[in-house]
């Protein structure tokens, strides 16, 4: 693929807002995770939650679309001078030319979870006042930011899973290579319900303590919450950038409806189409940015497709020890986890883990140290066998 620019990137986190929140937990090794109850979900089970959700406010024109989501995406739009940065890129293209591509897998659910508990006692309708379109509805998101900073171009809500807001990614480069648009907002929002934590705990894939990917001791996920939103511009006519998008590779394997194939076949199949979209050879990536939800299966699979593809030299971790899982949201995160490590020049380490399974054989990193980043590729890889793998270059690449 041609390169394309990223121009600004935003994130909110359970570490907190601003991309520099993500910069300081990387640099510091710590962690948003906390044992607390979410609504009327009492699970032993540690969680990554925005703090201040439930005071944000959209803009009063918008307010028909407040729900948890969209409250998460205006707090990752305030933050980092990102508003500015798109009206820009408005300004240069027009906004029919700027795209908008979004990845989540629960949406506004937790808008209909409130809502049903308030439906009419008689009939079982649910309240006048739940605007399922604006709320719940998979594309609500993407409606929102769209309407929210003034954008006219295409728009899509990409819903695989965990993989869904690294799948954004290629969506929107395929459209820019393609000619139809010159700019796109991407990445994913997606936020803390009962579905998700009661059905995570269904599955057995909850951890009574913090996650601890690669761990010896490794026995689940933390489920977390984040808006990761990253500006991509066509590099011709392009004002300076932060990093360039430089490979894509996806797969679905397939095998399983919620395991991973256990030799990793899929994760190997996305990482080598990234780099053969990237022109690169495996040497030429600095550093790995895993999937690592650790739970004993998801991490071992992983395991295997990196030593496959990259052998043992290459530093990988996982941050989703810091995070949590962010599900629908976690590629987009991680893609800017991967581009503020190149930009400081420092190979992020793994928050939680403690003992590195011995039985696991990539070079993985506990503590984060300085290294100069020239390429980075990160891993999003969801139930059914929908994987994605992402290849970012320094600025100066």
Same mark, same amino acid.
């Not at 986190?13 to 991309?19: D, E, F, L, P, S």
């Given at each position: 693929m041609r390169p =394309?620019?990223? $121009?600004?990137?935003?994130?909110a986190?359970?570490?907190?807002?601003?991309?520099d929140s993500l910069r300081r937990a990387l640099a510091q090794g710590v962690s948003g995770l906390e044992r607390r109850r979410f609504e009327t979900c009492d699970l032993d089970t540690y969680i990554g939650a925005i703090a201040g959700l439930e005071e944000q406010r959209l803009p009063a024109s918008l307010e028909r679309f407040d729900c948890r989501n969209n409250r998460a995406a205006e707090a990752a739009i305030r933050e980092d001078d990102f508003e500015r940065a798109v009206a820009?890129?408005?300004?240069?293209?027009?906004?029919?030319?700027?795209? +908008?591509?979004?990845?989540?897998?629960?949406?506004? =659910?937790?808008?209909? @979870?409130l809502a049903y508990r308030r439906r009419d006692p008689a009939g079982g309708a649910l309240p006048a006042d739940f605007d399922f379109r604006r709320t719940h509805n998979t594309f609500s998101v993407v409606d929102y930011v769209r309407t929210r900073l003034g954008l006219e171009g295409p728009a899509a809500a990409i819903s695989t899973a965990c993989s869904s807001s690294a799948k954004a990614f290629a969506s929107a480069a395929r459209y820019i290579e393609a000619g139809l648009i *010159? &700019?796109?907002?991407v990445g994913g929002v997606d936020t803390l319900c009962?579905?998700?934590? %009661?059905?995570?705990n269904s599955l057995q894939l909850l951890s009574a303590q913090p996650c601890r990917p690669y761990d010896a001791q490794r026995d689940g996920i933390s489920i977390g919450e984040a808006a990761a939103l990253v500006l991509l511009e066509r590099a011709e006519g392009a004002r300076e950038g932060r990093a360039w998008l430089v490979g894509m590779g996806e797969s679905c394997d397939a095998y399983h409806m919620s395991s991973p194939h256990p030799e990793g076949a899929g994760a190997r199949m996305a990482m080598e189409a990234a780099l053969k979209s990237a022109r690169a050879a495996p040497g030429d990536i600095d550093y790995v940015n895993l999937h690592g939800t650790g739970t004993p299966s998801n991490d071992a699979a992983e395991d295997k497709a990196i030593d496959a593809v990259f052998g043992r030299e +290459?530093? +990988?971790? $996982?941050?989703?020890? !810091?995070?949590?899982?962010?599900?629908?949201? &976690?590629?987009?995160? @991680?893609? =800017?986890?991967?581009?503020?490590? !190149?930009? *400081?020049?420092? +190979?992020?380490? $793994?928050?939680?883990?403690? @003992? =590195? *399974?011995?039985a696991l054989h990539a070079r %993985?990193?506990? #503590?984060?140290?300085?290294?100069?980043? @020239?390429?980075?590729? #990160?891993?999003?890889?969801?139930?059914?066998?929908?994987?994605? $793998?992402?290849?970012? &270059?320094? &600025?100066?690449a």
């Open positions: =394309i620019l990223v $121009s600004a990137f935003t994130a986190t359970c570490v907190g807002r601003g991309a820009n890129t408005v300004a240069r293209h027009g906004a029919a030319r700027v795209g +908008v591509f979004l990845g989540t897998s629960t949406s506004g =659910i937790l808008q209909a @979870e *010159d &700019a796109a907002v009962l579905t998700t934590l %009661y059905g995570f +290459v530093p +990988v971790s $996982s941050t989703k020890g !810091m995070t949590g899982h962010a599900l629908g949201a &976690a590629g987009g995160v @991680e893609a =800017i986890v991967c581009l503020v490590a !190149m930009e *400081d020049g420092v +190979v992020p380490g $793994s928050p939680g883990t403690r @003992e =590195i *399974d011995a %993985y990193e506990r #503590t984060a140290r300085p290294q100069r980043l @020239e390429r980075t590729l #990160t891993n999003s890889f969801g139930f059914a066998g929908t994987n994605c $793998s992402l290849v970012f &270059a320094r &600025a100066a």
